[in-house]
């Protein structure tokens, strides 16, 4: 098994940069969707299921499958031998914020239901601001895993 992981290693690597960028532009994106629909345009009018068909294709076909690969080839990359040395910081920092992003992927399909439901209470200003958690997030995972404190 762990000969098969090393074989695959540059492979897998491939495989899960691929899925964070896919990830990546969904929890960037979805968030700026969120403030044009609440900002500019009115509950049950026409141009407000238009918005919910985007939300959702975006939020089921491209980011549920991404952040499921994301984790299935990280997992696999935490397996493969000599890749992780636990004594480093950079495993905890990573995994925190790694943890803090599928937390916001989370709360990010819970507002959509909001919209679907016709009881969204956030203002166009929480969705600005939530804008910049994947984007601080993504800074300390990269810096960790390419700089490995
Ligand atoms: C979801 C759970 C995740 C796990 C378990 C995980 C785990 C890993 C592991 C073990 C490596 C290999 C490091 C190495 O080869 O030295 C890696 C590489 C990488 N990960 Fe993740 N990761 C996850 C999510 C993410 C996210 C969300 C991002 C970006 C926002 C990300 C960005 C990267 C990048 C850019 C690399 C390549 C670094 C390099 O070797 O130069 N990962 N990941």
Known sequence: MSE??????????SLHIIAVLT????????????????EKVTPGHETDALFQVMEMKLYRY?????????????LALVLTPNVV???SIWPYTKGACVIAMT???MWLGARRKDFVAGRNTRTGRTFRMMNEVPTL?????????????
């Open 4 to 13: 098969f992981l090393s074989n695959l290693y540059p492979w897998t690597k």
């Open 23 to 38: 990830w990546m532009a969904g929890l960037f994106y979805l968030p700026r969707i969120f403030v044009y629909h609440t």
């Open 62 to 74: 491209i980011m549920n499958p991404s952040i499921i690969a994301v984790w299935i080839f990280g």
């Open 85 to 87: 040395y636990w004594d």
């Open 103 to 105: 937390w916001f992927h």
């Open 137 to 149: 997030l993504m800074l300390v995972i990269v810096f960790s895993v390419v700089v490995k404190f």
